[in-house]
C-alpha cells in the first residue's frame, strides 16, 4: 500500500498493516523529522523490520539530504532477512512511481514481516501476482527503487571470500591471515618485482586493476549476490563493498562495525553526520558497548604475548641489518603524528602524507583522546626497539600483578581503578602513562613496517597494548573503567587460571561518539521493557520513547505464572532453594505433564549451564527423563557452538515428523538470542527460574556501584531490569506471526511480585490475567489444555482482517483527526485519537486496547 503519514509519502509493500505498524511509524517519522534520537519497543512476529525500512527509506526518498540508513544487526541470518525485506520494499516502490498498480503480497498470509521464518510454508505458498524482487543488479532503467538505490551489507572475509584456497579455512582469523598473505601491499609489490614467486589473490589484482575506480551499479546486495558479482566481474567482493559503502544509500552490517573503535573507522569516518542510524534487536545494547571497550588477558596471552616480543625484537634487529631505511621512515612519520601517517583519519579528512593501503591497515586505533590525536608518537617509544623494550616492562610487570594474586594467601581478587593501576606501575617500572595512549596505534605502525601477514601470531600482544591504551586514556576524572586481577578466572571446575580484566563499566562510552555525531540513532526490540533505564544506561535524551502492544484476532500467546508445585510447595530457583529436592522434582514433574499435553516443540530455559547440567542429572536419577522421552525426543544446548546447531537441526526434524521434541537450553546462551521456535517448532516456552546475572561477578559487582553512584540506578532495579529483559527475551521465541500461537509459562514463584512482572514488554502482560498468576502446576496443565483447544479451532478469517488497516481506512481516518483538530480550539470537547474516529454523530472504535481489533 502506498499512503500518506502526516505528508510523508510512504511507500509499504503489503496491502493492509497492523495498528501497532502504523504507531511505530508515525513514532519514527516524528523522530526522524525532531532530528532527535528515540527508543522503540515492538511486539515480536509484528513486522518490525518491515516498518523500519519502509518508513526510512520512504524518508529518505523524500528528503534525499538526509544521508545513508546504516542498519546494524547482531547476525549473518538477521542481516540476511534485512535484505530480503529490502528488496521487497525497494521493488514495491519502484513498482509504484513506475506509473503500474503492483498487486501487493496477501499481508494476512505473508504476515508483512521479515521475522517469519523462511521455511514457513504459508509464506512459500502466498501467490506472488508479480515475479519477486531478486537480488543484486537492479534491471530497472531508474535503478533499485526507482532511484538508483544501492544497498550493501559488509561482514568479515570468512563470510565474504570468493578465493578457493582461502575458503578452505574455517576459523575467521585463519581466512584474515590468508587473505592478508595474498593482498598485503609488500606481497604484491614482491610479486611485481619476481613474477610468479609469491601467491597473490586474482581477485583482488582484478578489483586493484580494474574495479577500484568503478561504481557499482545500483541494486540491493546480500552476501550471496556480492560473492557472485565478485566472481562475475573477477573482483574481490569484501574490498570492493568497502569501498563501495561511500556512495551506498542503505548500508547493513555487524554492530561491531559502529561500536567497537579498533574496527568503526574502516566504515564509519565517511558517513554524513545526516546518516540515520538503526541498531534492531537492541536489548543487550549496553552490554555490546561494555564488550566492545573491555579487554581480558590470563596468564597463557602474557606468556604468548612475551613471546611475540621476543620474534619482534629479531626481526627489527634483522631489518636494521637488511633495510635500515624502512625503520628510518617510519621513525620519521611518527615525529609527525598517528594522523599524518596515516594511523588515524584526520579531523578534516585530508592533509595526510602517508596513504595506507587497505590491505595493511588490520590493526585500527583503540579509542584516543583528542588532545593526543595529532601528536607526535612520544619519542620514547618512537624507535622500534624502544618500542618493544617498552612493551616487555610492561608485559613483565602484568606478569608480576597476576603471581602476586595468584599466590596470595587469602586468594583475594584485587579490585583497582585505572589511576590507582597506573601509579603502581610508574612507582615499579617508571612507565609514563603517556606512551600507553600510543601503544595499540604505534603496534599497528611496527607491524606494518615489518611486513607482518600472519597477524593472529600477535593477538595477545595486541590485546596488551588494547589494554594500555584503553587504561591511559580513561585513568583521569570519573573511574569508568575497573581492573580486575583474579587468581582464578577460570569457569573449568578445578583448572586455575588467573586473568587480569579492564572492565569497562560505562556502556555510554561506545555509543556517545553516534549519539553526538549523527542527528538520529534508533534503538529498536520486542524487549526494551523497562524502557525508562536505557537513557540512564546509554546517558542520551530520545525524542520518542514508546512501548507499543499487540493487536490480535485471538488470544494467541497465554502466559502462564507457576510459582506451585501440585503438592503446592512452592517452587524457585532461588540460592537456597534451587537444591531442595521438592522444587527438582516439582520442576520435572511439571515438564513431563507439559508434554503428555503440548504436541509438536517444547523449549526450557534454565538461568546457568550449571543448573541445567545439575537438573539434568537429578532429572535423570528420578526418571523424570525417561518418562519425557517416551513423550518427544530430547536435546540439550551445550557450550560448544557446533553441537548446539547441530541438536537445533535435529530438534526441528523430530517436529517435522511428528514426534515433537524438548530442547533444554539456557538463558543467555545461543538458542536465546535470534534463533526462533515459531509455529510447531515452539508451542510453548517454559523459563525455569529468573535468570539474574551471576551476581558475585566481580565485574558486575564494580559496575552496579559505579551505576548507583553515578546514575541513580539501584543495585535491585539494575538486576531485576536485566533479568527480565533476558526473561522476555526467552519467552519471546515462541510467538513470530498473528496466526502463530504459544505458551509462556514462567516457573517461579518470583514473577507474581509486582516488581518482576511489571517489568514485562507491554505486548505480554495485555495478555497476563489475574487468573493466570500464582498457579500450580496441575491448574496450569489445565489452562494449558484448554488453550490448545481454542488455538486448533480453524482461524475465522472475518475476525484475522479486523486486525489489517487498509489504505482507505488510513486516509480516513487521518482525515477525520485532521477535522477534529481544527476544531479542538472552539469546541474544548474530546478530539479522538489513533484508536478513534467519528461518523454520522457515532464513536467507532477503531481497536480495542487489549486486542486491537476494529469494532463498530
Given at each position: 500500500m502506498r499512503f500518506d503519514l502526516d505528508g510523508l509519502d510512504v511507500f509499504f509493500p503489503f496491502p493492509r498493516l497492523y495498528r501497532e505498524q502504523y504507531l511505530y511509524m508515525k513514532s519514527l517519522k516524528q523522530a526522524l523529522d525532531s532530528n532527535g534520537h528515540c527508543l522503540l519497543e515492538m511486539p515480536t512476529g509484528t513486522g518490525k523490520t518491515a516498518c523500519l525500512l519502509s518508513l526510512i527509506t520512504s524518508y529518505q526518498y523524500a528528503n534525499p539530504e538526509r544521508g545513508k540508513l546504516i542498519y546494524c544487526t547482531r547476525t549473518v541470518?538477521?542481516?540476511?532477512?534485512?535484505?530480503?525485506?529490502?528488496?521487497?520494499?525497494?521493488?514495491?516502490?519502484?513498482?509504484?512511481?513506475?506509473?503500474?498498480?503492483?498487486?501487493?503480497?496477501?499481508?494476512?498470509?505473508?504476515?508483512?514481516?521479515?521475522?517469519?521464518?523462511?521455511?514457513?510454508?504459508?509464506?512459500?505458498?502466498?501467490?506472488?501476482?508479480?515475479?519477486?524482487?531478486?537480488?543484486?543488479?537492479?534491471?530497472?532503467?531508474?535503478?533499485?527503487?526507482?532511484?538508483?538505490?544501492?544497498?550493501?551489507?559488509?561482514?568479515?572475509?570468512?563470510?565474504?571470500?570468493?578465493?578457493?584456497?582461502?575458503?578452505?579455512?574455517?576459523?575467521?582469523?585463519?581466512?584474515?591471515?590468508?587473505?592478508?598473505?595474498?593482498?598485503?601491499?609488500?606481497?604484491?609489490?614482491?610479486?611485481?618485482?619476481?613474477?610468479?614467486?609469491?601467491?597473490?589473490?586474482?581477485?583482488?589484482?582484478?578489483?586493484?586493476?580494474?574495479?577500484?575506480?568503478?561504481?557499482?551499479?545500483?541494486?540491493?546486495?546480500?552476501?550471496?549476490?556480492?560473492?557472485?558479482?565478485?566472481?562475475?566481474?573477477?573482483?574481490?567482493?569484501?574490498?570492493?563493498?568497502?569501498?563501495?559503502?561511500?556512495?551506498?544509500?542503505?548500508?547493513?552490517?555487524?554492530?561491531q562495525y559502529m561500536l567497537d573503535p579498533k574496527v568503526a573507522k574502516m566504515v564509519s569516518k565517511e558517513l554524513e553526520q545526516e546518516s540515520i542510524i538503526v541498531f534492531d534487536e537492541a536489548h543487550n545494547l549496553d552490554n555490546i558497548c561494555i564488550e566492545a571497550l573491555s579487554v581480558e588477558i590470563n596468564e597463557l596471552g602474557l606468556e604468548k604475548a612475551g613471546r611475540s616480543l621476543n620474534t619482534l625484537q629479531r626481526q627489527v634487529a634483522t631489518m636494521k641489518a637488511e633495510d635500515a631505511e624502512k625503520l628510518r621512515r617510519e621513525y620519521n612519520s611518527l615525529v609527525n603524528g598517528l594522523v599524518e601517517q596515516g594511523l588515524l583519519p584526520g579531523a578534516g579528512g585530508g592533509g595526510g602524507t602517508q596513504t595506507v593501503d587497505p590491505t595493511d591497515a588490520s590493526l585500527g586505533s583503540a579509542v584516543l583522546s583528542s588532545d593526543v590525536i595529532n601528536e607526535a608518537v612520544p619519542g620514547n617509544i618512537r624507535r622500534a626497539e624502544h618500542f618493544v623494550a617498552f612493551m616487555k616492562k610492561l608485559v613483565e610487570h602484568l606478569k608480576a600483578r597476576l603471581n602476586v594474586v595468584k599466590s596470595s594467601t587469602n586468594g583475594g581478587v584485587v579490585s583497582e581503578s585505572p589511576m590507582r593501576f597506573l601509579h603502581h606501575l610508574k612507582v615499579e617500572t617508571h612507565l609514563e602513562a603517556k606512551p600507553l595512549k600510543f601503544c595499540y596505534s604505534r603496534l599497528s605502525s611496527l607491524l606494518r613496517a615489518l611486513e607482518v601477514s600472519?597477524?593472529?601470531?600477535?593477538?595477545?600482544?595486541?590485546?596488551?597494548?588494547?589494554?594500555?591504551?584503553?587504561?591511559?586514556?580513561?585513568?583521569?576524572?570519573?573511574?569508568?573503567?575497573?581492573?580486575?586481577?583474579?587468581?582464578?578466572?577460570?569457569?573449568?571446575?578445578?583448572?586455575?587460571?588467573?586473568?587480569?580484566?579492564?572492565?569497562?563499566?560505562?556502556?555510554?562510552?561506545?555509543?556517545?561518539?553516534?549519539?553526538?555525531?549523527?542527528s538520529s540513532v534508533i534503538i529498536t526490540s520486542g524487549t526494551l521493557s523497562p524502557i525508562d533505564l536505557y537513557p540512564k544506561l546509554l546517558d542520551f535524551e530520545p525524542r520518542v520513547s514508546e512501548s507499543f502492544s499487540m493487536s490480535t484476532f485471538r488470544p494467541c500467546i497465554r502466559p502462564l505464572i507457576v510459582s506451585r508445585g501440585s503438592d503446592q510447595t512452592q517452587i524457585s530457583t532461588r540460592f537456597q532453594d534451587r537444591d531442595d529436592p521438592n522444587v527438582t522434582r516439582n520442576y520435572g514433574q511439571l515438564m513431563v505433564d507439559l508434554c503428555s499435553s503440548i504436541p509438536d516443540g517444547i523449549v526450557a530455559f534454565f538461568t546457568s549451564y550449571s543448573y541445567l547440567e545439575t537438573i539434568v542429572v537429578a532429572w535423570e536419577l528420578a526418571g523424570v527423563l525417561k518418562q519425557i522421552s517416551e513423550k518427544k525426543l530430547i536435546f540439550i544446548e551445550t557450550k560448544d557452538v557446533m553441537e548446539t546447531s547441530l541438536a537445533l537441526t535435529n530438534y526441528r526434524k523430530a517436529c517435522d515428523s511428528g514426534k515433537g521434541a524438548v530442547f533444554l537450553s539456557v538463558a543467555r546462551g545461543k538458542v536465546s538470542e535470534g534463533i526462533n521456535f515459531d509455529r510447531h517448532y515452539g508451542r510453548a516456552v517454559i523459563l525455569f527460574g529468573v535468570p539474574f546475572q551471576y551476581t558475585k561477578s566481580h565485574v558486575l559487582i564494580a559496575r552496579l556501584e559505579f551505576l548507583q553512584t553515578h546514575y541513580n540506578i539501584k543495585e535491585a532495579d539494575f538486576l531485576n531490569f536485566d533479568a527480565l529483559r533476558q526473561a522476555s527475551q526467552c519467552v519471546g521465541r515462541v510467538i513470530r506471526s498473528k496466526t502463530d500461537y504459544g505458551l509462556m509459562i514462567f516457573a517461579d514463584a518470583r514473577y507474581n511480585r509486582r516488581d518482576k512482572r511489571n517489568k514485562l514488554p507491554k505486548w505480554i502482560k495485555q495478555f497476563l490475567l489475574d487468573g493466570f498468576m500464582n498457579l500450580s502446576s496441575d491448574v496450569a496443565v489445565s489452562f494449558t489444555k484448554q488453550f490448545l483447544r481454542e488455538m486448533s479451532q480453524p482461524i475465522d478469517q472475518n475476525k484475522l482482517q479486523k486486525v489489517f488497516f487498509s489504505a482507505e481506512e488510513l486516509q480516513a481516518m487521518e482525515a477525520k483527526l485532521a477535522e477534529a483538530r481544527k476544531g479542538e480550539a472552539a469546541s474544548g470537547g474530546h478530539v479522538p485519537g489513533i484508536n478513534e474516529a467519528t461518523e454520522g454523530g457515532q464513536t467507532i472504535e477503531m481497536d480495542v486496547d487489549d486486542t486491537g481489533v476494529k469494532t463498530t
Open positions: 541470518p538477521e542481516m540476511d532477512s534485512v535484505m530480503e525485506e529490502l528488496v521487497t520494499v525497494l521493488d514495491f516502490r519502484e513498482r509504484c512511481l513506475n506509473g503500474s498498480n503492483p498487486e501487493e503480497p496477501n499481508a494476512s498470509e505473508s504476515e508483512n514481516s521479515s521475522e517469519n521464518s523462511s521455511s514457513n510454508p504459508k509464506r512459500q505458498k502466498t501467490s506472488q501476482p508479480t515475479p519477486p524482487a531478486t537480488m543484486g543488479e537492479s534491471t530497472s532503467p531508474k535503478g533499485a527503487g526507482g532511484n538508483n538505490v544501492l544497498g550493501l551489507c559488509l561482514s568479515s572475509r570468512r563470510n565474504m571470500c570468493i578465493h578457493e584456497e582461502v575458503m578452505e579455512e574455517s576459523d575467521r582469523e585463519l581466512v584474515d591471515n590468508a587473505c592478508r598473505k595474498k593482498t598485503a601491499s609488500w606481497v604484491r609489490t614482491a610479486n611485481e618485482k619476481n613474477p610468479g614467486s609469491v601467491k597473490t589473490c586474482s581477485y583482488y589484482e582484478g578489483y586493484s586493476n580494474e574495479g577500484i575506480d568503478s561504481t557499482m551499479p545500483s541494486g540491493v546486495y546480500d552476501l550471496e549476490s556480492l560473492r557472485t558479482w565478485g566472481k562475475s566481474k573477477n573482483w574481490c567482493p569484501y574490498y570492493l563493498t568497502r569501498r563501495a559503502i561511500n556512495h551506498a544509500n542503505i548500508l547493513v552490517f555487524n554492530y600472519n597477524l593472529d601470531e600477535y593477538n595477545y600482544l595486541s590485546d596488551v597494548a588494547d589494554f594500555a591504551t584503553l587504561l591511559a586514556t580513561y585513568s583521569e576524572g570519573i573511574a569508568r573503567f575497573a581492573v580486575i586481577m583474579e587468581p582464578n578466572g577460570s569457569s573449568i571446575p578445578g583448572a586455575i587460571e588467573p586473568r587480569l580484566q579492564l572492565a569497562c563499566l560505562d556502556s555510554s562510552l561506545a555509543i556517545a561518539p553516534l549519539f553526538k555525531r549523527f
